[in-house]
């Protein structure tokens, strides 16, 4: 099986998407299987593949950063790549990926010194960063964050709390938004984005509880206590944060979409299944509504990738503005996640009582899609975002009628 190119990637690009899918095949999954048949718990073997995955260059922020930083410097199409082909292993690296998007405003707005500084052990996997927005009033009203920022001479001093915050316990620096200027909310320019070494005095940190799926992975609450942050420590300029926020997003949300690698696991699945097992004396796969479902497992598949790799083409192009980009990012995340929830049902519901065997791996997908559909903004938020944003653009009136667009004054001439 050869990886399904996009008829736009360059030959380095397809050469990449060879090299992962040839890792996948022969280390990860390999090494995953082994870890899974010792009886190694979720986390575990989701440290070791991530460390495997360091190892061989394939972390997705060395696949992003420039040479300069020790990346290999093959954009979003090759951190697309990478997502989805772990995906379809299905296998977790929930903390390589929770790092990426930690550490997404130092790739986009960093300064060299920043870069050099913070980037470069991330990109190795020396260190670990943690992305920290939510708050325990604050989730999907960002902008409604709390905690404070106030500057006192060359440092900041931070106060206040963070919740939910993946590999908070472990993470090496922590990238925070705080409120730095209340009164200048309505112009959101009250936010500033900070990169902060997680052992500095003040900050304590709180395992939180028990979560399901096999997202275990150290989420933390935060207490900030008059915390000081070196002016060196902040991203862009005071009142930043919201642009270094949602631009950051960006690229988590495209990583969360690439969860469409695991649909193709669950074609496979359903497809082999659906051949093999036979009843009222033929294999299930002749059956109408056996198809119906395959068909609504590809349909939602194939959408979705092609849609996800063409932002991720937008963006290495530098031909994607921010702001209708995340609108374009929102769409492809809230598209691809709530398919993958139907994709696994549908691949379940093939599969029948097997289905519901934790070896299938469909329950593992079903957890994974309602966690998606929940962080990087909610999917309701989302779609809010999207259908207003819809309303805002001017009407093309070239092809509707005067009952739909109102008459013009050519209309009224000729009345
Ligand atoms: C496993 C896990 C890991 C996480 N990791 C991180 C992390 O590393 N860093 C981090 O910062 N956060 C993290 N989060 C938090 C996550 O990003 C938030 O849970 C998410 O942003 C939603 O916020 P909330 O839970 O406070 O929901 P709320 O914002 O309280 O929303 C609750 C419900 O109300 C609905 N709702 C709210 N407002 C409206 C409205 N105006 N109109 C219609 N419906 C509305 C929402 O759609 C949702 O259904 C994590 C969460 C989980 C579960």
Redesign the pocket.
């Known amino acids: 099986m050869t990886f399904d190119y996009m008829p736009w990637w360059s030959d380095r690009t397809k050469k990449f998407a060879d090299e992962v899918e040839n890792f996948m095949d022969t280390e990860l999954q390999p090494r995953a299987i082994k870890l899974l048949e010792q009886n190694k718990d979720p986390m575990t073997i989701q440290w070791e593949a991530s460390k495997l995955c360091i190892d061989k260059g394939f972390h997705p922020l060395m696949v992003l950063a420039e040479e300069e930083y020790g990346g290999v410097d093959q954009g979003y199409a090759g951190y697309t790549i990478l997502n989805e082909e772990v995906g379809r292993a299905m296998i977790n690296i929930n903390p390589l990926l929770?790092s990426v998007f930690g550490a997404g405003p130092i790739h986009l707005f960093g300064t060299e010194q920043q870069k050099q500084k913070f980037m470069v052990p991330l990109v190795k996997g020396e260190k670990w960063a943690?992305?920290?927005?939510?708050e325990p009033d604050?989730?999907?009203?960002a902008a409604g964050i709390q905690l404070s920022a106030e500057k006192d001479g060359d440092e900041w001093v931070l106060n206040g709390w963070?919740r939910?915050?993946?590999l908070g316990a472990i993470s090496d620096y922590f990238m925070l938004y705080a409120n730095s200027d209340p009164d200048m909310r309505r112009v959101y320019r009250h936010l500033t984005a900070f990169f902060v070494p997680t052992d500095l005095p003040g900050i304590s940190i709180e395992k939180i509880n028990s979560?399901i799926?096999d997202?275990e992975m150290a989420?933390s609450v935060i207490r900030y206590r008059d915390v000081r942050v070196p002016e060196e420590n902040m991203i862009l300029d005071p009142g930043d944060g919201w642009t270094v926020m949602t631009s950051a997003l960006n690229i988590e949300r495209l990583g969360i979409a690439g969860v469409v690698g695991s649909s193709r696991n669950l074609l496979e699945t359903a497809r082999a299944y659906g051949r093999r097992r036979v009843q009222f004396g033929m294999p299930i796969s002749r059956y109408n509504g056996v198809q119906l479902r395959m068909a609504n497992i590809s349909i939602k598949m194939n959408l979705t990738r092609v849609f996800l790799y063409y932002l991720a083409d937008l963006l290495d192009k530098g031909e994607a503005d921010m702001f209708s980009f995340g609108v374009k990012s929102s769409i492809s995340k809230v598209f691809g996640t709530q398919s993958l929830t139907e994709m696994a049902l549908d691949a379940l519901f093939i599969c029948g009582g097997d289905g519901y065997l934790q070896e299938i791996g469909v329950g593992g997908v079903l957890k994974n899609a309602a966690?998606m559909q929940?962080?990087?903004?909610?999917n309701?938020?989302l779609k809010?975002f999207i259908g207003r944003n819809e309303f805002m653009q001017e009407v093309d009136t070239r092809m509707l009628t005067p009952s739909v667009r109102g008459p013009t004054e050519e209309d009224a001439k000729n009345l």
Not at 130 to 134: C, D, P
Not at 138 to 141: A, E, K, L, T, Y
Not at 374 to 378: N, Q, R, T, W
């Open positions: 929770t943690s992305i920290t927005v939510t604050v989730g999907n009203d963070k939910y915050i993946t979560l799926g997202v989420n966690l929940i962080a990087g903004g909610s309701d938020i809010l």
